[in-house]
């Protein structure tokens, strides 16, 4: 059974989630290989019953389907009915309550999100905001993310995204609650807000502005060519996007994902999603004061000793050099 | 120019150093193949003008060296003159002032610490304390650590540690500093000293305890197999420990490292040396409640967007049972 730990040093939470006694010799080597074959692929059709029954579906022509959501058939966190938190002298302990989902792209087992069309993509942006809404109803945050490719954490490669339900704000997502309340209550004005104004009159970290949305490099990008895309328009939940606002944020998606992929290849990358955390997460007034964003991670370099001891990320590729490139992609199709 | 950035939305500060700029051509393949031959090898003997003059040497028969000590060829910061602060609307940048240096193990190409002498270890374990009481009286904070192997973001297959001080007492280390004293000033203890306490008492997570050293799978473990290095005798600096310490120290970092190969093969990892800020860091009263440690981290699962998004590392292998394994091996040699 998954559960929650958080030890006297420092002030991390980890999620200890054996699957099914994996022994020493099953972490010899890398757990996926780099492309998976379509036999015996959970996510491909006709293998629906590789799956745990499905929790969200767009049914497609001849009874198929073009979206899928199922649980994870390993989950990190589930459903326990309470977390009897149970401190044993400096160890803090609780059930591994949450909720684990996939989110299956789409029949096709080959291409990303940019090889679809809006329209599936469209389906997909749907689908996510429909089950983060329901995961909301229950626990105080759902994180979207979304590991793609060889050296990004995925150990399936059919196109995927995870949701993971858990029963706290996670301390990544606090840090950026502080931060945006911290400048609402000195300046009052959302930081998002500010910062995309600054951004888009300097524009030399800007990759695209289309109307409803911005894609930039972040001024404190850890990653070689990281993103980010922020909807231009105040908003703290990703949530609440009408269907318009979902349309534009599809193709902006397409389009940025097609931008990496022209310029560095198939690589491996990381999509997490920082939005509000749910009602029950408490935050008074945060709808004026928060705003979601979208970060798309490429795992170009890997994190070492340095990062893991201090914090401090080493990026060898200056953001704004980075927004050059992305800019100049010419982007076909 | 290596330099030090926070943006206003997360509390990060993140290094950008340009390596005389890399193409994002560059950038589309893993940087460093998993063992690069000795021909050109810069750490090796006979190449020693492929690196920057030296800094420290414990010189070895015929005029050659045992444990060498260089500058970084591409430092992650330097030696700037000042950090000259410039705020510019909502970004906060430092120049990147530091130091960056490699300390290399031995003339040896191909053996990592476990398989190199006693003697050998002692002598690099005393390259690191010199290094690092050096670079201490100048800077804040001195990270020592360790990439081995493909997948742990090393680029250089000579076995090698690396030194880099930073002007600033890094958020992971503040984070610990921090809950340290809170215990401190809540119990009157030194928390490593009562964990120790709690940890020889339970057993479950205890690797192997010596007169001098206790090694251990931390409860909140982040990786599969997570270890920690602890003085069992008091002690807020690795800088201070005496030679007697120092062999202790290296024989229970071989028969460690050891241990895991036996178990897992040659796999990637990374050492962090957990140690108290040099007097610039300024925490008063700090020897009587801080303790260091050395954290070792078995590379074998890899951060995903789960991970990135929240904070939480979600661990397949339970301490407890990781721990018991490393009892188990059978040490040859």
Known sequence: MPELRKGPLVGRWVIVAPERGRRPSDFRVEA?????????CPFCPGNEHLTPPEVYRVPGPGGGWRVRVVPNKFPALSDYPALDPAPQGP????????AHEVVIDSPDHAH???????????????AW???LRALGERFHYVQLFRNHGGGSGASLSHPHSQ????PLVPPEVEGRLKAALEHWRRHGT??????IEKELSSGVRVVEASERF???????SRFPFELSIVPRFHSHDFRSMNPKDRAAFAATLRRTLARIKRLLGDIPYNLCLQTSPTPKGDWPGLPVWYHWQLELLPRLTRPGGFEWGTGIYINPMPPEEAARHLREVVRGG
């Open 214 to 220: 911005l894609v930039l490099t972040p001024y404190d």
């Open 190 to 195: 959302c930081v998002v807000c500010t910062l």
């Open 112 to 126: 990303d999100l940019d090889g679809l069309s809006q329209e599936q993509v469209e389906l997909v942006v749907e």
């Open 163 to 166: 949701i993971i339900a858990t």
């Open 32 to 40: 996926a290989p780099e492309v998976q074959p379509k036999e015996g």
């Open 129 to 131: 905001v429909h089950r």
């Open 91 to 98: 160890f803090l302990r609780l059930n591994g309550v949450g």
